[in-house]
């Protein structure tokens, strides 16, 4: 097969949270696979966010104008080759060329373009695939395209269309008329109600309805937004193709994700000798100005701060959490009212709690190695990586037993003494703060237990070679 992977971002040239690691991570794994005759990826090429390491490797391949309504744009078609797979990078200086990815007013403008733009250089770049999978709101209007503006072409009337779901709540959500002055097409099936939701135009919702295969980036996620409290108003759309939908759990990289090996963190460790370890956490103690005690469990948390995150429930209980003898370290930005609580609690222990309101990878990579315990409450969670990688470095999770959080975390049972983290079903701030004191107590009173859970949850494999299997599989099934 022949695979061309869309997508918004990628690492490592350049991302924003778990689809850019999925974008950089699939695609590498996927050209490893006899199946798989070739595979590219097509990106937008956001000139200022790209790294000079890369930017100096670009080839230009050719350049091109495309329609978007009424304007005539310009796109260039720089590519690379990295991992076995090809990369192309579509310029255009008046959408890409910005300080940030997304958050911008014409938002629906941008990613129209980089959807036409897609279907109308196809074919000069002699790369028909036979599948065509498209992540998020961003590029999913491409099934759609292919189907109902470029169906005259031959070469195309053979491609299949894979829909990734990262995360339902965002849908690239338009005024109807967009139908006509973004992508010059007629009104019909906007008035046919096939694109239109809520009186609007719904490129995540045209995506379902087009695309020949729905997946979401984990099995349970797959069956939550199937439902009225998860679906975001689409549940409905999602029951209607339900045939079609599917979850595939997320993998995490484990070339960048190595104890063994990580250039983030100064002492390196594996499941059969957590020396290591024992060290990172002495100096990120050291680092954090909290007292260097190895007999106190270190809870970290790396996150945005947002209520999908569960913070405020974590908040409304942190002053019962900090009765307990432990040391917490918060590195992460958010809501302006979240990111209060956590300098109101840090100030008020200044001995248990340190709160870093910023974005710093290093100390993300150094919170992971160091921790015992990782904090992640989500309301709702698609996949989520960060918990996959805290367990690959031996820091047990607790989480929410929500979407992917339960796919990948084995809570503790304290009949057989196994597990790989520990989860809780409610959602309140009771039974979260009784979680955490749950996995103190234990810390606290069976060592040997402990070590064994930690030694199960870095043996556990979250690496992509299964899952891009299963991704094989889905696209052998079209």
């Known amino acids: 097969m022949k695979v061309l992977f869309a997508s918004s971002?990628?690492?490592?040239?350049?991302?924003?949270?778990?689809?850019?690691?999925?974008?950089?991570?699939?695609?590498?794994?996927?050209?490893?696979?006899?199946?798989?005759?070739?595979?590219?990826?097509?990106?937008?090429?956001?000139?200022?966010?790209?790294?000079?390491?890369?930017r100096i490797l670009l080839k230009d391949e050719f350049w091109d104008f495309v329609d978007v309504g009424w304007r005539r744009e310009y796109v260039g078609v720089k590519s690379l080759i990295k991992d076995g797979v090809k990369y192309y990078f579509l310029d255009n200086e008046h959408y890409f060329g910005r300080g940030e990815f997304y958050g911008y007013e014409d938002d629906g403008e941008r990613w129209a373009f980089f959807d036409l733009a897609i279907c109308q250089i196809l074919e000069k770049l002699d790369f028909i695939p036979d599948v065509l999978h498209v992540n998020d709101f961003h590029t999913a209007m491409i099934p759609f395209l292919l189907k109902e503006k470029f169906q005259w072409i031959n070469a195309y009337q053979k491609i299949k269309t894979v829909l990734t779901i990262h995360?339902?709540?965002?849908?690239?959500?338009?005024?109807?008329?967009?139908?006509?002055?973004?992508?010059g097409m007629g009104m019909e099936r906007y008035f046919e109600g096939v694109v239109r939701h809520n009186g609007m135009l719904n490129m995540l919702k045209t995506g379902i309805l087009y695309a020949d295969r729905v997946n979401t980036v984990s099995p349970s996620y797959a069956q939550e937004i199937q439902t009225e409290a998860f679906g975001c108003g689409l549940d409905d759309v999602l029951r209607y193709?339900?045939?079609?939908?599917?979850?595939?759990?997320?993998?995490?990289?484990?070339?960048?994700?190595?104890?063994?090996?990580?250039?983030?963190?100064?002492?390196h460790f594996t499941a059969?000798?957590?020396?290591?370890?024992?060290?990172?956490?002495?100096?990120?103690?050291?680092?954090?100005?909290?007292?260097?005690?190895?007999?106190?469990?270190?809870?970290?948390?790396?996150?945005?701060?947002?209520?999908?995150?569960?913070?405020?429930?974590?908040?409304?209980?942190?002053?019962?959490?900090?009765?307990?003898?432990v040391q917490v370290v918060l590195l992460g930005t958010g809501y302006t009212?979240?990111?209060?609580?956590?300098?109101?609690?840090?100030?008020?222990?200044?001995?248990?709690?340190?709160?870093?309101?910023?974005?710093?990878?290093?100390?993300?990579?150094?919170?992971?190695?160091?921790?015992?315990?990782?904090?992640?409450?989500?309301?709702?969670?698609p996949c989520g990586l960060s918990q996959m990688i805290a367990m690959r470095y031996g820091t047990l999770p607790i989480v929410h037993e929500i979407g992917g959080l339960k796919d990948t975390v084995k809570p503790f049972n304290p009949n057989t003494k196994t597990g790989t983290g520990f989860g809780f079903v409610d959602f309140t701030g009771e039974v979260?703060?009784?979680?955490?004191?749950?996995a103190v107590e234990l810390y606290e009173n069976d060592s040997e237990t402990f070590e064994k859970l930690r030694k199960e949850a870095m043996t556990e494999d979250f690496s992509w070679q299964s899952k891009a299997q299963q991704y094989v599989d889905l696209y052998v099934s079209l």
């Open 337 to 381: 009212d979240i990111e209060n609580g956590f300098k109101y609690f840090a100030g008020k222990y200044p001995d248990k709690l340190v709160a870093h309101i910023t974005f710093d990878l290093q100390l993300a990579q150094e919170i992971y190695a160091a921790s015992d315990f990782f904090l992640m409450p989500s309301a709702f969670e």
């Open 432 to 438: 979260l703060r009784d979680t955490v004191i749950r």
């Open 9 to 54: 971002e990628c690492a490592p040239f350049f991302k924003t949270g778990g689809l850019g690691d999925v974008a950089g991570a699939l695609p590498k794994e996927l050209a490893k696979k006899s199946d798989v005759e070739e595979i590219a990826v097509v990106l937008p090429y956001f000139s200022r966010l790209i790294k000079e390491e890369h």
């Open 167 to 183: 995360n339902i709540e965002f849908q690239g959500v338009m005024q109807g008329t967009a139908l006509t002055e973004l992508f």
């Open 241 to 267: 193709v339900a045939g079609k939908v599917s979850g595939i759990l997320n993998g995490i990289d484990y070339d960048v994700y190595d104890p063994e090996t990580d250039s983030q963190i100064a002492h």
């Open 272 to 325: 059969d000798d957590l020396t290591g370890k024992a060290k990172d956490k002495a100096n990120l103690q050291k680092r954090m100005g909290l007292v260097q005690r190895s007999d106190v469990p270190l809870i970290g948390m790396v996150s945005r701060l947002t209520t999908q995150k569960g913070f405020d429930i974590a908040l409304s209980q942190l002053d019962a959490i900090l009765q307990q003898d």
